[in-house]
């Protein structure tokens, strides 16, 4: 699984971070992906995180 943040969309609200601390960051305000290839152990967080997401900024490829 791999996963990004759209920038343009994201507002760095700060879910994402609470949610799944080992794959998010906040960097200039806005969140940032840790490692673009997420660890199977991680695979749900990223999930939450993406359905949490008030702006749908979080992408799942
Ligand atoms: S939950 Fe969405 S809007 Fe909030 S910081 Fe994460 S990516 Fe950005």
Excluded: H, R, W, Y
């Amino acid at each position: 699984m791999k996963v990004k943040v759209d920038q343009d969309l994201c507002v760095g609200c700060g879910l994402c971070i609470n949610t799944c601390a080992d794959i998010f960051e906040m960097k200039d305000d806005k969140a940032v992906v840790k490692a673009k290839a997420v660890p199977p152990a991680s695979e749900d967080c990223v999930k939450q995180a993406k359905d949490e997401c008030p702006v749908e900024a979080i992408i799942i490829e």
